[in-house]
Every structure is written in structure tokens, then in C-alpha cells.
């Protein structure tokens, strides 16, 4: 499957984003799918994830209730919605896919094949 992730751009503290992740090749469905986030100089972060077949969702605390994570199963799409953005909000987001995860590793970047090519979060004081 092949993911192409947008919807990154420039925002102000206090605003929202929605980014897409759309699926090409094969459909998302019976694929868990996360975001996850790369600052300069970190490590790749979880943010949230969605689990095979819609299966529950994952959230990391510095962004629970405030990103929502959901999935259009008609178009291919999983979204992430993004409120009340903060500067360290601020990186590249990236999605990811697996067909066979388990619920455990649903935060673990090692854990997906399939990566999508990142999309720049800039959110300005």
C-alpha cells in the first residue's frame, strides 16, 4: 500500500489542521494506521493511532483531547484533526501502516511497513 500524507502548512497558537493520509494500491481496511511526528534533533514520536478494521483508537497524552484521530473507510482516508496547536506542535508528520499489528505495538514506530512521506506542522507563537 502506498500512503501520501497532507494537509501540514503554517498556523497560529490556538488553531487547528486537519491533515490526510490516503491510501493507494490496496484499501485501508484491516490496516491499523498512526501518525507520528519528527522534530530536528528527535527521535520519531507516537501521536495516535487507529486500529485494524476501525478496532479502538490510541492516543499519546501531550495530544489527547486535543488531535482526534478518524478513518473514511469510502475514500482510503484516515485524518487527523488537530485543535488548540501549540509550538511544540510543530514537525513533520508522518503516517504509517500495518496489515498485521497488534493492539500492543500500536505506538511503536518499528512496528510499520508502510510510511507515508511526511508533511510539515508549523505552528507559530
Known amino acids: 500500500v502506498q500512503l501520501q500524507a497532507y494537509g501540514g502548512g503554517l498556523v497560529q497558537a490556538g488553531g487547528s489542521l486537519r491533515l490526510s493520509c490516503a491510501a493507494s494500491g490496496r484499501t485501508f481496511r484491516g490496516y491499523a494506521v498512526a501518525w507520528f511526528r519528527q522534530s530536528p534533533g528527535k527521535e520519531r514520536e507516537f501521536i495516535a493511532a487507529?486500529?485494524?478494521?476501525?478496532?479502538?483508537?490510541v492516543y499519546a497524552s501531550s495530544v489527547k483531547g486535543r488531535f482526534s484521530i478518524s478513518r473514511d473507510t469510502a475514500k482510503n482516508t484516515v485524518y487527523l484533526q488537530m485543535n488548540s496547536l501549540k509550538p511544540e506542535d510543530t514537525a513533520v508528520y508522518y503516517c504509517?501502516?500495518?496489515?498485521?499489528?497488534?493492539?500492543?505495538?500500536?505506538?511503536?514506530?518499528?512496528?510499520?511497513?508502510?510510511w507515508g512521506q511526511g508533511t510539515l506542522v508549523t505552528v507559530s507563537s
Open positions: 487507529t486500529g485494524r478494521s476501525g478496532a479502538g483508537t
Open positions: 504509517a501502516a500495518d496489515a498485521r499489528i497488534i493492539t500492543s505495538s500500536l505506538a511503536t514506530v518499528n512496528a510499520y511497513d508502510y
